[in-house]
């Protein structure tokens, strides 16, 4: 069965400074992959997917991702980090209407 | 619009006690999806339809009946409450477009559900 790795589970940036989040997933073949951000008390909210293509995708709030095959990762990315993306992120891979979510990492950001 | 609702957000059952968390979304999507979010697990799925009287099972469904009589409704039932199923829970859709099911899935506010 497919499944999604997070090994952070916790990370801490300052405020401005860059970020990437790591996200490994576990099947033969390539999923769809998910990038999904939750605020506290709140459903998920989309940030960006990857289903085939330019492996660089941009997704909302000013973040991005890279599919790399070759190491099984989709990692998430932004340049500066603001306060207001505080929150649980959530890779999440997707194949024959199975859905498997990582077990999230959780940001907090430094004034 | 309403988007998707669940209600209730807040349940504390006994042990044994049959419970039912109702989920309902105003987009006419096709795809809808039961959760379970404990820590250090993310989201795990439980159920999911993908029309109206279509069901399947997900990662853990043992405990867990869902029925899908019209598009827009997919309950939840406990049948006999256990602690472990003390969680959060969402409820998601997604419309049925392109790659049927793997489109975004757009989430409920969730429902936390206590089992003494």
């Known amino acids: 069965a497919q499944s999604v790795t997070q090994p952070d589970i916790h990370i801490t940036v300052s405020e401005g400074a860059s970020l990437e989040l790591r996200c490994n997933y576990s099947y033969g073949a390539t999923p769809y992959l998910f990038w999904y951000v939750q605020s506290p008390g709140q459903g998920l909210q989309l940030l960006l997917k990857?289903?085939?293509?330019?492996?660089l995708v941009q997704g909302i709030k000013g973040f991005e991702a890279e599919f790399k095959r070759s190491q099984s990762s989709f990692n998430l990315r932004k340049p500066s980090v603001h306060w207001s993306d505080a929150a649980e992120y959530f890779c999440?891979?997707?194949?024959?209407?199975?859905?498997?979510f990582g077990a999230g990492t959780r940001l907090t950001v430094k004034p | 619009d309403a988007g998707i609702t669940q209600s209730p957000r807040y349940k504390i059952t006994e042990t044994g006690r049959q419970v039912t968390l109702m989920c309902h979304q105003t987009w006419s999507h096709s795809y809808m999806f039961w959760y379970r979010q404990d820590l250090g697990h993310g989201l795990r799925l439980i159920y999911y339809?993908?029309?109206?009287?279509?069901?399947d099972k997900g990662e853990v469904p043992d405990g867990y009946v869902v029925s899908r009589s019209k598009t827009e409704n997919f309950p939840l039932t406990l049948e006999s409450a256990t602690r472990s199923q003390t969680s959060v829970y969402f409820c998601a859709s997604s419309d049925s477009t392109g790659l049927a099911g793997a489109n975004e899935q757009y989430f409920g506010p969730g429902t936390r559900l206590t089992v003494t």
């Open positions: 339809s993908a029309a109206a009287d279509i069901t």
């Open positions: 990857y289903f085939s293509g330019d492996t």
């Open positions: 999440a891979s997707y194949n024959n209407n199975d859905m498997r």
